[in-house]
């Protein structure tokens, strides 16, 4: 029995080693920051590939673009996470020029990473672009993923239907209804009442979203089940390419056993050139900024 214990594990290692061995990778050599102690900076950016207008009113926008951006930070004494508001105004790397944060993704990863840093004043040691269409596969092989929610809640736009309050098992659909939802319409005493905080809003739930998932990955110990999630997410994933094989399994493995700390960075909004926009506020946006330094 041992012995076919064995043989199983370790198929399904060369199973994983081969499926990474997949997934796209980009150089970020030189723009990336070198990691030089125990505490690890990861930028986690959620991607969208749909040919559609976007629901926030950039009309034609088409193709790829960053619809989440995150700050994830791990060490010995556990992990935080930072929502970066994809409106918040910057300036951006390669023009110099003023805008959002989400637009200096347009021109690449390396461009983003450059204009976090540097707009930020944070390392960034490790990328990680997923796309939201692999969540579909990725919450099915878990068997669903179970969100405590506060009342039933609905989102026309992205096909949300959550009847009831209390904990949720969404399967795949629901998932990245739930993921990309900017129109959170909660059921209150027999009334719809729109989520009022907006993008800031989505960005907890999205965190609230990514925590359960990726501890629900961590934790598991169901080769079979490992195997499927590897499989659903190995389409669309993308990191740089300083990132090793056993540097992801390290990395999904310590979050599975942490509940990383939510960490929120202050903004206001502001109106520039006519559009609204987010800015940070001062000093306490450098407060919660020095705890990713």
Same mark, same amino acid.
């Given at each position: 029995?041992?012995?076919?214990?064995?043989?199983?594990?370790?198929?399904?290692?060369?199973?994983?080693?081969?499926?990474?061995?997949?997934?796209?990778?980009?150089?970020?050599?030189?723009?990336?920051?070198?990691?030089?102690?125990?505490?690890?900076?990861?930028?986690?950016?959620?991607?969208?590939?749909?040919?559609?207008?976007?629901?926030?009113?950039?009309?034609?926008?088409?193709?790829?673009?960053?619809?989440?951006?995150?700050?994830?930070?791990?060490?010995?004494?556990?992990?935080?996470?930072?929502?970066?508001?994809?409106?918040?105004?910057?300036?951006?790397?390669?023009?110099?020029?003023?805008?959002?944060?989400?637009?200096?993704?347009?021109?690449?990863?390396?461009?983003?990473?450059?204009?976090?840093?540097?707009?930020?004043?944070?390392?960034?040691?490790?990328?990680?672009?997923? #796309? $939201?269409?692999?969540?579909? !596969? *990725? +919450?099915?092989? &878990? /068997?669903?993923?179970?969100? @405590?929610?506060?009342?039933?809640? =609905?989102?026309?736009?992205?096909?949300?239907?959550?009847?009831?309050?209390?904990?949720?098992?969404?399967?795949?659909?629901?998932?990245?209804?739930?993921?990309?939802?900017?129109?959170?319409?909660?059921?209150?005493?027999?009334?719809?009442?729109?989520?009022?905080?907006?993008?800031?809003?989505?960005?907890?739930?999205?965190?609230?979203?990514?925590?359960?998932?990726?501890?629900?990955?961590?934790?598991?110990?169901?080769?079979?089940?490992?195997?499927?999630?590897?499989?659903?997410?190995?389409?669309?994933?993308?990191?740089?390419?300083?990132? #090793? $094989?056993?540097?992801?399994? !390290? *990395? +999904?493995?310590? &979050? /599975?056993?942490?509940?990383? @700390?939510?960490?929120?960075?202050? =903004?206001?909004g502001v109106r520039r050139g006519g559009a609204a926009v987010l800015v940070t506020v001062e000093p306490d946006a450098q407060a919660a900024l020095d705890q990713f330094r």
């Open positions: 029995m041992p012995a076919i214990l064995l043989l199983a594990v370790a198929g399904v290692l060369v199973w994983a080693w081969s499926t990474w061995s997949r997934v796209e990778t980009v150089d970020l050599e030189g723009v990336l920051d070198p990691v030089t102690g125990d505490e690890v900076n990861y930028l986690l950016v959620g991607s969208d590939a749909r040919d559609e207008l976007d629901p926030e009113g950039d009309s034609g926008v088409t193709g790829r673009r960053s619809d989440t951006l995150i700050l994830l930070r791990t060490g010995p004494e556990g992990s935080r996470m930072m929502s970066i508001p994809r409106d918040l105004w910057v300036t951006i790397a390669d023009t110099g020029l003023e805008g959002r944060i989400n637009g200096s993704y347009n021109r690449g990863p390396a461009n983003l990473v450059r204009t976090v840093q540097g707009s930020l004043d944070v390392p960034v040691h490790h990328y990680v672009e997923v #796309g $939201f269409a692999s969540f579909v !596969g *990725l +919450v099915d092989a &878990l /068997g669903g993923v179970t969100l @405590e929610v506060p009342h039933p809640a =609905v989102d026309r736009a992205s096909g949300l239907v959550i009847p009831e309050a209390g904990q949720v098992t969404l399967d795949g659909t629901q998932a990245l209804a739930y993921a990309r939802s900017r129109n959170y319409t909660e059921l209150i005493d027999g009334r719809e009442v729109l989520e009022p905080t907006a993008d800031l809003g989505r960005q907890q739930r999205q965190q609230v979203f990514l925590r359960t998932v990726l501890s629900d990955v961590g934790s598991s110990r169901n080769p079979v089940t490992l195997v499927r999630v590897a499989g659903a997410m190995s389409s669309e994933l993308v990191v740089d390419s300083g990132m #090793g $094989f056993f540097d992801a399994l !390290g *990395l +999904v493995r310590r &979050l /599975g056993s942490s509940d990383p @700390e939510t960490v929120l960075l202050p =903004v206001e």
